[in-house]
Structure formats: C-alpha cells, structure tokens
C-alpha cells in the first residue's frame, strides 16, 4: 500500500561540498578564515532526513526515487549558457561557483543540482498522476535565488521553477502556484515568470532580507504576468502571529481567486528562531500551522495537490525539527516526537501579531486585486 505522502532524499544531497568558506569564500586577503561547515553545509539537511527516519515517519511515507533533471528540464526555466556553465565550472577539479561568487559547488556538483531538480519533477509527477496525494521533497542544493541566466544565493537550478515548467509544458497545467515561505525573496520564480499567468508566485519574506534590492510590494510582474507576482515583504523580528495573518488574509484568498491546479511550496526553514541568516521567529508549530493552512487549501482549491520542495535553513540544530513538524502535517501523522528546543524558545515572542506587521500585512491585500 502507498501512503498519500511521498518523500525524495537522495545521499548526494548530502554530498554537495560547500567549500571551506563560512559564509563568503576563505580567503587571507579579505580574513575570512576557512571553516569546517559553511553555513549552508548540507549536513543541515541530512540532519531533517535523519530525524524523519529515526522519529519512524519514514515508514508513514512513500520514498520516491530521483533522476537527474535532464538538460530539455532544466532549459524550461534557464539560458542554456547558464546550463552550459555550470556542467563546464563542474568539470573542474575544484568545481566552481553558481553565478555571484557565495554559491560554490565541488568538481561533479552539476551533477547533485541536477538530482535536485529532478527531484522536484518527480514529486510533481508522482502528485500530477495521483501516485501520492502530496510530496515532500528534501533536496539539496536549494533553487529559488536561481534566474533564468544564472545562480544565486546557493541556488545553482531553480527547482521550483522547472518543476512549475514541467507542469505546464510536460502535463499540460495551465495554472501552477508557488507559495514561498523561505525566508528570503523567492527571486528566481519572479524572474522567470514574471510576463505570465499561468504561474502565479507568491513570496513571503523578511523584507530586505537576502536579495536586499528586490521583493517589494510594487513588484507585480507585467504584461499578461502582471498581478501573479505577490510580494509580501514582513518587517524583521515577527513569528507566527504575522505569519498566520500573512496566509490567512493574502495567501489563502489568492489560492482560492487563482484555483491553481497544483501547488508548489519553497519550503525554507530560515524563518525561525535559530536562523543564522534572518530575523524571525518562527518555531517548530509555526511551520506546522502553515502547512496545515495550505494543505486546508489546496483540498479546497487544488485537489489536495501540494508539493513541497525544501529550500533554505540553517540551523543544523533546529531545522529537523521545523521539517519533522511540516512532513508529519503532510502525511497526517503524528510521531509523538517532542520539538527538543521547545523549552528554550517557547516564552520569546512572535506569537502576537504587532501593530507594524499587521500594516505591512494590511498593505498586502490589495494585490490580490488582479488575480482571475
Ligand atoms: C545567500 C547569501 C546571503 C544570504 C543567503 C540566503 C540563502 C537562502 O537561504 N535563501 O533562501
Ligand atoms: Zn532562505
């Protein structure tokens, strides 16, 4: 019997070599000194998938198995002069750099990125075709800095969005959506689809978080794309009580006026707590609580069609906990498995929507205003 929720992780995903920098490359000229695990070590990651191993969730899901994304995959969504350089930077014996210098990848990482891809295809294709009611896949490295022409911010291929490209183009979706609650700008999807409908992206953020120059409210998309670009910038230090406004008052309405026929959610674990790289201040049923939100609204809207696709998180300590809670949710199960930093960060805040978070919500709202 197969469960409703499939799962990809793949050994390599725990294999993509950060380098020795820490954030920025090592180098003695600048004095930023090598370090063991650069912040986006994938050891994070192997961490979630050996939490949702050893909690016995695995045995709740159904393992789905990755093929690399094939050159025609990834060109639904990027230059093939992007493509063309990551497998010749690839080839080196030291490998290369994703587009802007903070992304490394070791000699073969094309290979690993293009597994990641893959695996966002094959959750959408085993959802699309009712194999699993919805999926998630832990893949690494992540995608959504990735534009069309180059990486970003640790994205070498924007997985999310040549998933949403084989969607429309392999099954003949007409309507895909994204919802990003990674805690960066969801960049990449906006880039690649900002003069269409048939994609409707929406991202919510620490504003002026990481790309620091984009995801503003007025950036709507333009020509037929324009009003399927949501950007729902959030003012740093909010947790699940702004979170939840978000979803409830601008993300939700705008899944119920698109009626996407699948939805792909760039599952960070960035915004909590613990991140090194944000201010926010989700925890472990905070994620929950969104999950159980857009999983309410893709049945509604969606036929339960639902993908999540891992992105950032870099708390090795706290993100298996975030994705046991967003996994568990999914599959409509419950390992009993307590959230061990509970304790710690349970009495800090975040909970209570602020004045200030609430109008930069309320600010929102009038996006949805395009959308049919
Ligand atoms: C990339 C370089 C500095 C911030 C970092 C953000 C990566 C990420 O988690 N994006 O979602
Ligand atoms: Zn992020």
């Not at 050891?43 to 045995?59: M, N, V, W, Y």
């Not at 490295?141 to 911010?153: I, L, S, V, Y």
């Not at 996407?260 to 472990?284: H, K, N, T």
Request: one cysteine or more.
């Amino acid at each position: 019997m197969t469960s409703r929720t499939g799962y990809i992780w793949n050994t390599l995903y725990g294999w993509a070599d950060t380098g020795s920098g820490g954030l920025f490359p090592s180098s003695v000229e600048a004095l930023t000194q090598p370090i063991s695990h650069h912040v986006a070590h994938p050891d994070t990651k192997r961490r979630l998938h050996e939490l949702i191993a050893a909690s016995g969730l695995i045995k709740s899901l159904t393992q789905l198995e990755p093929s690399p994304a094939g050159k025609a995959d990834v060109l639904r969504a990027h230059d093939e002069a992007h493509y063309d350089r990551i497998l010749a930077e690839s080839a080196l014996p030291k490998g290369g750099d994703a587009g802007d210098g903070v992304s490394p990848f070791g000699q073969g990482g094309h290979h690993i990125a293009l597994l990641a891809a893959g695996g966002a295809i094959e959750a959408v294709r085993a959802v699309a075709d009712g194999t699993v009611d919805n999926a998630y896949a832990l893949i690494n490295p992540p995608g959504h800095h990735a534009e069309r022409a180059t990486g970003r911010g640790f994205c070498t291929f924007n997985n999310g969005a040549i998933a949403a490209a084989y969607a429309r183009e392999v099954l003949g979706m007409t309507r895909v959506a994204i919802v990003d609650w990674d805690v960066h700008h969801g960049n990449g999807a906006q880039d690649i689809f900002w003069e269409t409908s048939n994609v409707l992206n929406i991202s919510v953020h620490q504003n002026r978080c990481f790309p620091s120059n984009s995801g503003f409210r007025d950036e709507r998309g333009a020509g037929d794309g324009f009003g399927y670009t949501l950007n729902i910038p959030l003012p740093p230090g909010g947790g699940s009580g702004v979170y939840e406004y978000a979803f409830d008052t601008v993300v939700l309405p705008a899944l119920r006026a698109y009626r996407p026929e699948l939805i792909i959610v760039a599952s960070g674990f960035d915004a909590s707590m613990m991140d090194p790289l944000s201010r926010m201040m989700l925890r472990s049923e905070g994620f929950r609580a969104l999950a159980r939100k857009i999983l309410d609204v893709a049945a509604e809207v969606a036929d339960g069609k639902l993908v999540c696709l891992q992105e950032g998180g870099y708390s090795p300590h706290y993100v298996p906990f975030c994705g046991l809670a967003v996994v568990e949710e999914l599959a409509g199960v419950s390992t009993g498995t307590a959230d061990a930093l509970h304790p710690i960060l349970a009495d800090m805040g975040g909970d209570e929507l602020l004045p200030h978070e609430r109008e930069a919500v309320d600010a929102a709202r009038e996006l949805l205003a395009n959308i049919s």
